[in-house]
T-cell receptor, first 118, second 115 residues
Framework: AQKVTQAQTEISVVEKEDVTLDCVYE???????LFWYKQPPSGELVFLIR??????QNEISGRYSWNFQKSTSSFNFTITASQVVDSAVYFC???????????????FGQGTELSVKP | NAGVTQTPKFRVLKTGQSMTLLCAQD?????MYWYRQDPGMGLRLIHY???????AKGEVPDGYNVSRLKKQNFLLGLESAAPSQTSVYFC??????????????FGQGTRLTVV
């Protein structure tokens, strides 16, 4: 079965602190994609990153970095030097491919609400 | 380029009434999804479709039906609305994995209240 777990429901940090959001996933497929989305208070869902199951290289984009480890089925997200504008709910998601008309689900974790205080 | 458009954006229903939420995408995506978002529950998949004329159940399908008669549209129906269906509904679309940009694009959401 396909499952995404974000164990941290809420995180509160002070501006300029580093913060890591955890994501653990379960899947039986060998081909899959992992995603992170941001949902600011305005409510829209903003795409941050995708990673396919064959690429375990870590990625850095400005203050954001992602650590993908297949051995522990984790895809963690770190914000360095957090800012008030980073306050949002962050979702991790998993998608499997369609094979023989089965699959294709895009499943989200429960989200982590990050609050960055000045 | 409109992306994913949901109609309506807000709606108040009385218990027992029916309604249809429309999701339209102009990116020629094969896959489409309907989610509901409730406080503390994240985004839960209601139904999804991997192609025109095909639909499948997600995590919380009870009380909802869907149809995908045209590739660009994915309809979510509530036959007899219940207060438990008060939620924010999101539609998303994406191409199959491996075909270029595989991110899911989301609509702006529909806030539904059932009284």
């Amino acid at each position: 079965a396909q499952k995404v777990t974000q164990a941290q429901t809420e995180i509160s940090v002070v501006e300029k602190e580093d913060v890591t959001l955890d994501c653990v996933y379960e899947t039986r497929d060998t081909t899959y994609y992992l995603f992170w989305y941001k949902q600011p208070p305005s409510g829209e869902l903003v795409f941050l990153i995708r990673r396919n199951s064959f690429d375990e290289q870590n990625e850095i984009s400005g203050r954001y970095s992602w650590n993908f480890q297949k051995s522990t089925s984790s895809f963690n997200f770190t914000i360095t030097a957090s800012q008030v504008v980073d306050s949002a709910v962050y979702f991790c998601a998993l998608s499997e491919e369609v094979l023989y008309n089965q699959g294709g689900k895009l499943i989200f974790g429960q989200g982590t609400e990050l609050s960055v205080k000045p | 380029n409109a992306g994913v458009t949901q109609t309506p954006k807000f709606r108040v229903l009385k218990t027992g009434q029916s309604m249809t939420l429309l999701c339209a995408q102009d990116m020629n995506h094969e896959y489409m999804y309907w989610y509901r978002q409730d406080p503390g529950m994240g985004l839960r998949l209601i139904h999804y479709s991997v192609g025109e004329g095909t639909t499948a159940k997600g995590e919380v399908p009870d009380g909802y039906n869907v149809s995908r008669l045209k590739k660009q549209n994915f309809l979510l129906g509530l036959e007899s609305a219940a207060p438990s269906q008060t939620s924010v509904y999101f539609c998303a679309s994406r191409p199959p994995l491996g075909r270029g940009n595989t991110e899911a694009f989301f609509g702006q959401g529909t806030r539904l209240t059932v009284v």
